[in-house]
């Protein structure tokens, strides 16, 4: 018998399920054959050759014919199969799914809250997790910051015995292996791929779109989110409405390229203007809301954005998915550090040059580690360094370019982990669905088709995307070298969030022992060194991971 959380979450085990039900809520039920329920699952959005899934015994039919690999769409799964429990996440990650093992019994949920609310998981912080948090400012792979409770992977069904034991794992789906170099692609093969990948992207858009009613879709003025508006504006019979952020005149912003774009494809259009003031006030929420903590400056605006659309919209289209797809600039340092080294004699042939430069080219903390990083820290990461974690990836075979190597890290990790992550749970309160076309399937699949010189062309990112859409955007928009939207966070806390950022990391986040006080009063003074010491975002990370602690760890210890 199996235990089902209501819509918090799922969360199974083989005894206790009323109890379970009072801590979870009233919304909870059983997954039981005697009772008929052998399937529960979560979806948004899937697709099957053409026919839209909406009812779960289409899931079952799917799930225990080892059909899921067909699906586009995001979901997740779990079921009753052959003696077994089974759980499933789709292709790319854009849904979650935890579970733990303890003594007698299989949870599984969601969220990492509902979990923890079965009071069945000893509350441990795991201090490898905490490393690669401040490495990435997300949390890769299957771990998470509580021992003993792991993430299921994107196109993985694990498969619990019912009679305990460790799981069997199962691919249904896998990202596609790198084409062989060959000869350079005539015209004629070029225009061929430019013309399937505007078609996937086209389905795509269409696979996500209201059946009726307005939709809507975040536009920064990049060429991501503005491809996606513009092909909504085109595919859907209904209002568009775009919506930008803006955090004041005195900071740089993307309003006349958001604006120029609105305007272009006849979109209605709202600017969100956020002060530091109005993010402080909304940041706990924001950060208690996540299964695991992200460091992204722009996890709060992203909440607030949500919580404007919601008057107008039920679905929330975004351009995520474009850098780590199609060779974005944000590989730029990964690239440089192959092509002419760390520019220190001998360490290009260390163990682990490559793996360390991955961790380096985030500019997050990693760095910072034998200054930064308390004793139990570091021997926490001595003994799980963050380099193994990365090692077996790189030496995977199917990828033999580095920017091939660097998609396919880049869209399982950040992808799944972070990007995904982060707009699935920021939306829940406001019942705003989040929609990203550029991470569907099929356009993963078509983006791993192109070769490397198509995504990176001389000094031109995404050279084959821009192509793609050049029809349908302004030349100005396809022209223009990214950019990104910039939180101000250096200029919000050398003065208006100075004060806060003191309180929380000298007093709050020293009582868990994870850093050298030194270090957090260096930070807080803007007086660490090195080239590029980026006091604002490293403060940011470490006020997101003060307020995850406090929120979602700290009631329950």
Known sequence: MVAVAGPSGTVGHPAGAEALRRALGSGAQLLDPVRGTTLVAEWDACWLKGTRLERPEQWRSLATSGRLGEVDGAFALAWLQDDEVRLARDPIGERTLYYAQV?????????????????????????????????????????????????????????????????????????????????????????????????????????????????????????????????????????????????????????????????????THRIVELSPAVILRHLDETIALHSDPIGDPLTVPNALLFREATAEVGVLLNGEGGDPCFGGPKNLPMLLSELYGE????????????????????????????????????????SHPLEAFLAPRFADPRWSTFVGKLMALNLSLKGAHHILHKVEEVSFPFGVAPRAPLFDRRVVEVAFAIPPRLKLKGSVEKYLLKQAVADILPREIIERPKSGMLVPVEGWFQKPLLPEAKARLLDGLSRWDLFDRGWLERLLSGKLGGLRPRHGAKIWLLVTLEAWLRTVLGPLK
């Open 343 to 382: 520019g220190v004699p001998g360490a290009d042939d260390a163990p682990n040059a490559r793996e360390r430069s991955y961790l380096r080219a985030h500019q997050k903390c990693f760095d910072d580690f034998e200054e930064a990083l308390s004793p139990r820290m570091r021997e926490a990461l001595a």
């Open 103 to 267: 003594p007698g019994a299989l949870l599984f949920a969601s969220t990492l809250h509902a979990l923890l609310a079965s009071g069945r998981v000893p509350v441990r912080l795991n201090l490898a997790g905490v490393g690669a948090y401040l490495s990435y400012a997300y949390v890769p792979g299957e771990e998470t910051l509580v021992e003993g409770i792991r993430e299921v992977l994107p196109g993985e069904v694990l498969c619990f015995p019912l009679t305990g034991g460790a799981p069997r794992r199962e691919r249904y789906w896998s990202l596609p292996a790198e084409l062989e170099a060959g000869a350079p692609l005539s015209a004629e093969q070029e225009e061929a791929l430019r013309l399937r990948l505007r078609s996937e992207l086209e389905g795509a858009v269409t696979r996500r779109l209201p059946e009726s009613g307005p939709v809507g879709a975040s536009l920064s003025g990049g060429l991501d989110s503005s491809l996606v508006v513009a092909l909504a504006k085109r595919l859907h019979r209904e209002e568009v409405f775009t919506y930008s952020v803006s955090f004041g005149e005195e900071y740089r912003n993307e309003l006349p390229w958001s604006s120029l774009v609105a305007q272009h494809c006849g979109t």
